[in-house]
């Protein structure tokens, strides 16, 4: 199963981050070009309660040329929620699903 997170802040990191450490196909997408460049270099990092770790997940500024995806989890803020919508429906295959795990008010 091949797993996009549009917005790789801090919640879509940690999610994204332990995805790929299970064994999964994840990709990142996210809007600013020097924390996907951070990611690329070094690696994602990730630490807390399941401890430090350095993850090395593809990561991407822009949604072109991905291919296609099953599921896409979109954690942008609300400003953003639109744009994450028309990336996901852009990027998934015809019987993917987009699941939102956002906070905050307004991402309806």
Known sequence: MRICVIGAGA????????LKRSGQDVTLIDL???H?????????RVDGVLGDH???????DSPDDLGRFD???????TNAT????HTAARLLDTDGFALTLQNG???V
């Open 36 to 44: 996907v460049e951070a990611i690329v270099r070094d690696g994602l």
């Open 11 to 18: 919640m879509g990191g940690i999610f994204g981050g332990h």
């Open 82 to 85: 639109t744009e994450a919508a």
């Open 71 to 77: 599921v896409a989890i979109v954690f942008t803020d």
């Open 105 to 107: 008010i307004g991402n």
């Open 54 to 60: 350095r993850i090395a997940v593809p990561a991407f």
């Open 32 to 34: 600013r070009r020097d």
